[in-house]
């Protein structure tokens, strides 16, 4: 069964600093696409970023990253030099072969001063 | 261009009641969703039409969740009746076809039933 889990439910860093935020997936498909979208305290929810399962280059956009480990399932999605604005909750996604989309339970960022 | 709207923003109801909630997609896109979202249980899918046609039914919402979509840029989604557990952030969102592209949300609703 298609399936996306993050562990982590909330995350307290200090602005400027790194964060890694964890995710791993269950799947069946040679060909799917993981996302990570953020929602901020409005509730509005935006696309970061995107990987693609058959691309080995881990992707970056701006200061986010992504710690692609195929063998491993997992997708981690890195911040750098965090800053007050990215607190939010953080989902990571699976979109399948079918088109069906996953996703994690979130994850809770709370940066601070 | 035009994001995901929906309409109402809020939206409080009896119990028993029947409500609508409206969804206008980007123009162009060919998939839609419709998601439940609640601290407890997160983001849970309740329809996905690819096209106009129905793809995925939520088994658990079938029997008092309807969404439709008459035309490929306006989809409802119809709760009847209405429950107390029902409150929640009702989200449309829509994509390209293609599991390359991303989804767009909405503001989405806020449901409140009394």
């Known amino acids: 069964a298609q399936k996306v889990t993050q562990t982590q439910t909330s995350i307290s860093v200090v602005e400027k600093t790194t964060v890694t935020m964890d995710c791993v997936y269950e799947?069946?498909?040679?060909?799917?696409?993981l996302f990570w979208y953020k929602q901020t305290a409005s509730g509005e929810i935006v696309f970061l970023i995107r990987?693609?399962?058959?691309?080995?280059e881990n992707a970056t956009v701006g200061h986010y990253s992504l710690n692609f480990q195929k063998p491993k399932s997992s997708i981690g999605l890195i911040i750098t030099a965090t800053q007050i604005e990215d607190s939010a909750v953080y989902f990571c996604?699976?979109?399948?072969?079918?088109?069906?989309?996953?996703f994690g339970d979130g994850t809770q960022l709370v940066v601070k001063p | 261009d035009a994001g995901v709207t929906q309409t109402p923003r809020h939206e409080v109801a009896e119990k028993g009641q029947t409500i609508i909630l409206k969804c206008e997609p980007v123009?162009?896109?060919?998939?839609l969703f419709w998601y439940r979202q609640t601290k407890i249980q997160g983001l849970e899918l309740l329809s996905y039409?690819?096209?106009?046609?129905?793809?995925?039914d939520g088994g658990a919402f079938k029997d008092r969740f309807k969404a439709e979509m008459l035309n490929s840029s306006f989809s409802t989604l119809k709760i009847q009746p209405t429950e107390p557990k029902d409150s929640a952030v009702y989200l449309c969102?829509?994509?390209?076809?293609?599991?390359?592209?991303?989804?767009?949300f909405g503001a989405g609703t806020r449901l409140s039933v009394l």
């Open positions: 996604a699976m979109r399948d072969s079918n088109n069906r989309i996953f």
């Open positions: 799947t069946r498909d040679s060909s799917y696409f």
């Open positions: 990987q693609d399962s058959y691309k080995k």
């Open positions: 039409f690819r096209s106009k046609s129905l793809m995925e």
């Open positions: 123009s162009g896109h060919n998939d």
């Open positions: 969102a829509s994509s390209f076809g293609g599991a390359q592209n991303t989804l767009y």
